[in-house]
Structures are given as structure tokens and as C-alpha cells.
């Protein structure tokens, strides 16, 4: 292998870039799509329910709403929690933005608790710090897909009554303690976005047990509008009669997106059993690696893997992670910051969020890299991964 670097002019360990994530759509997913466009529906019709009861049968959850993506699945728990102007809603900092703008949508105010260092996830400790009569909801995050300690969290929502909405936007297939995340918490939600475990382009599902949060999601959908005879304000006034009982927008998916998302739940075993493959040859690669830190998995989490995140201990290699992460994107690897602390964004700098609120989130980001990861990369993509970082290491650290 050349070993001059390609970020100084050396050859690239690939000759091709191999992007952090991809979707893997088959023949079978083409059909599907190609069947309900020639059918009667292309939204608001059969194949929705039909997805939602796969989807909740997947999960073993009694109800499953699909929604136009995962923000929006986030928006409609929110809704449904009834979080309102004013109230509080604890989440963290170490996810998408999309699990704190749902707080703000509906006018109240994200709350961010530290994480735990070892496991990525939210410190549970730092959450019960963080609760004050104002607080209405947790939004604890599925971190690149291994589950938050969640019987610590549902504990601490009894006690001060909160509702947990779990953003399983990493998490399809995850199981706490042998079960199935999203029919645990109050309320879960996922992503169907194509970098995560299935897709239906854009999408996303809230999943629950509960049936007054089921109703309150179906409202939220579609505009807050309803023709169900049982929540009318006004009955008598003919069968072409609806009301809008509440704010709420047009969050539907169409049916042609959940004919994907059906024919992709059935290969979610396929993916998430090469996911776990993948990331055992990573494990197995970089656990020697003196200064270099893989993924710590808690016992009661069985991850179905959606990022693989290396943590480097960078006073080992006298390189900061932007030169580390500029010499992998050289050698044609795809890789990725997951995630900058929500409030470090302008948006949440202006509304007075100010850094050192979360210092470990904050030592995390300055020290993380998010490898490629999706199922059909081949076993010589993952190859290339592993003798990439190798001779991104071997070269920072011999410049010591
Ligand atoms: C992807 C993601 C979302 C948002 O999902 P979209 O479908 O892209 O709207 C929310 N939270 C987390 C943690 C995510 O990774």
C-alpha cells in the first residue's frame, strides 16, 4: 500500500468515494412502487394502514401512525403529549436537530442534560437535574442505534409526570433487555430517511400503545381535521361534515412510499444481521489500536446499528479531528461528524443557549468520526475502511 498520504499527494486507498450511508432498494422494492402507481390510490389509501400494522407488528406496538418523515413523526408526539407554549422538554445535545426544533414548534423550550461519556446516550442523572415544574416531556435519543437506559428514564416520567417520546430515528430493530424499542416508551418515533435502517425516501412512524396518543397523531396528520363521529362538536349536520378540532398540518405519506417501506421491512432482518457483521470487523480492527476508542455497548442494548462512531484520544496522534477527518474524505472514504451539539447552531445561539452547557457532549464532538456504514457495503468497502483509518494513524502518529 502507498503509504504517503492522499491529502499530500499520495494514491488514494480507493479509487472511488464511498459515501457514510445508502439506502439498498432490490428489484422487489421497484415492483412494489411501480404496482401502486399503476393502482387507484397514491395517497391516503390502503397501503398506509397496511404498512402501519407491518410496522407495529414489527415492533410489537398496539398502533403505528406514518408520517411524512421523522421530524414530523417528532412534531406529532410533541402534539400529542400536549407540550405547549412555555413547557420544557428535555433532550440531547448529541443528536440530530430535529429532536429539539420539535420542542420548538410547539412553542416550548428544549432543555438539553449532559450525556454519559461511555455510552453517547443521555445521562440519566443529568436529566432528573434538569426537570422543574415546567418540565412536560423527555426526548431521549437511540444514539447510533443502542438503546438509552430506558426502565431509569420511564421511572424518573412517573414520578414527575412526563411523557417519553423516544427518538428511535437510529433505532428500527433495537431491542432493550430482549424487547423491541417502540412499544416501551410512551410514545417512539423513527425515521425512514435513506440513510437509515429501511426507507421509503422520506418518511417516518410514531409507534404506541396508547390509544388516546393514536388519535391525537391521526388528527395531527391531516390538518387537526376529522370525520369521526365520536369527536365531533357538532353531529347533526350531514355526512359530508368534518371539523378541524386542533392546529395541525399535513404530515401524510403516500401510499407509494409505504409500498417501499413495505418491501424494505421485509429484508430489515438481512440489514440489520450485515450492519452488526460489519461493525464485529470494525470492533475487530480497531480495538487494539492504542488511542483509539470503539463503541462501548451497554449489556441491556442490542443495537441494530445505524452509525459506527470511532472516538479518538487525540493528544496519542498530535493532529486535530479535522486534519484526521480531511485525510479520510482524501483516500475516498466518506466520513462524517455525527453530531455537533444542538445549541452550538446560530439558531440556538440567539435564542442564549451558550456553550459549556453540556461538557462532555461538548469533548465528545471535538473527538468523534463516523466510519461508512450501511448493508450493502461489500467486504472490500469495509476493507478499505479499515486499512484507510490504519494509514491515516500510522502517518500522525509516526509525526510525533
Ligand atoms: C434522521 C433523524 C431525525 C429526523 O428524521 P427525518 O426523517 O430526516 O426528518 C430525527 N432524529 C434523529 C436522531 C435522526 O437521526
Known amino acids: ?85 412555555g413547557d420544557e422538554v428535555i433532550t440531547t445535545p448529541i443528536t440530530f436537530a430535529a429532536s429539539a426544533n420539535c420542542a420548538l414548534y410547539q412553542r416550548a423550550i428544549p432543555i438539553f442534560a449532559d450525556i454519559d461519556p461511555k455510552t453517547y446516550n443521555i445521562d440519566v442523572c443529568d436529566v432528573e437535574k434538569k426537570i422543574t415544574e415546567k418540565t412536560k416531556a423527555i426526548i431521549p435519543v437511540d444514539f447510533t442505534g443502542q438503546v438509552v437506559d430506558l426502565n431509569p428514564i420511564l421511572k424518573l416520567a412517573e414520578k414527575y409526570h412526563l411523557t417519553v417520546i423516544e427518538d428511535a430515528a437510529h433505532a428500527l430493530g433495537t431491542e432493550y433487555r430482549g424487547r423491541k424499542v417502540g412499544s416501551i416508551s410512551h410514545m417512539t418515533t423513527f425515521s425512514l430517511h435513506p440513510v437509515k435502517h429501511i426507507t421509503t425516501g422520506e418518511g417516518g412512524v410514531i409507534t404506541t400503545n396508547d390509544e388516546i396518543f393514536y388519535r391525537k397523531l391521526l388528527l395531527f396528520r391531516t390538518h387537526g381535521i376529522t370525520r369521526n363521529e365520536n369527536l365531533l362538536e357538532n353531529k347533526e349536520e350531514g355526512t359530508w361534515y368534518y371539523e378541524q378540532l386542533a392546529l395541525g398540518y ?127 457495503m461489500k467486504n472490500k468497502d469495509v476493507e478499505d475502511v479499515i486499512n484507510a483509518v490504519k494509514k491515516v494513524l500510522d502517518y500522525f502518529r509516526s509525526v510525533l
Not at 269 to 293: C, S
Not at 309 to 316: P, R, T, V
Not at 340 to 353: E, R
Not at 354 to 363: D, H, M, S, T, V
Request: with cysteine; hydrophobic share 40%.
Open 250 to 376: 399535513n404530515y401524510r405519506i403516500t401510499d407509494i412510499q409505504c409500498a417501499l417501506g413495505i418491501s424494505q421491512l421485509e429484508r430489515i432482518d438481512e440489514f440489520i444481521k450485515r450492519r452488526q457483521e460489519i461493525v464485529r470487523k470494525y470492533n475487530e480492527a480497531f480495538a487494539a489500536i492504542d488511542g483509539v476508542i470503539i463503541p462501548h455497548q451497554a449489556d441491556f442494548s442490542n443495537s441494530s446499528w445505524h452509525l459506527y462512531i470511532l472516538q479518538f484520544e487525540l493528544d496519542k496522534f498530535k493532529v486535530d479531528r479535522k486534519e484526521l477527518y480531511d485525510a479520510l474524505q482524501a483516500e475516498n472514504i466518506g466520513v462524517n461528524v455525527h453530531y455537533i451539539p444542538v445549541y452550538y447552531h446560530p439558531y440556538y445561539q440567539k435564542l442564549g443557549y451558550k456553550k459549556g452547557l453540556c461538557p462532555n457532549a461538548e469533548r465528545l464532538y471535538e473527538r468523534i468520526i463516523t466510519l461508512p456504514l450501511f448493508p450493502n
Open 1 to 85: 500500500m502507498n503509504k504517503t498520504l492522499a491529502i499530500h499527494g499520495g494514491k488514494p486507498v480507493r479509487e472511488t468515494y464511498l459515501p457514510y450511508g445508502k439506502q439498498w432498494i432490490d428489484g422487489n422494492d421497484i415492483n412494489a412502487v411501480i404496482a401502486t402507481l399503476r393502482g387507484d390510490y397514491l395517497t391516503t389509501g390502503p397501503t398506509i394502514k397496511e404498512f402501519e400494522d407491518k410496522i407495529a407488528d414489527y415492533v410489537d406496538a398496539k398502533y403505528a401512525v406514518a408520517v411524512s418523515n421523522g421530524t414530523a413523526a417528532l412534531h406529532a408526539a410533541c402534539f400529542a403529549a400536549g407540550i405547549k407554549e
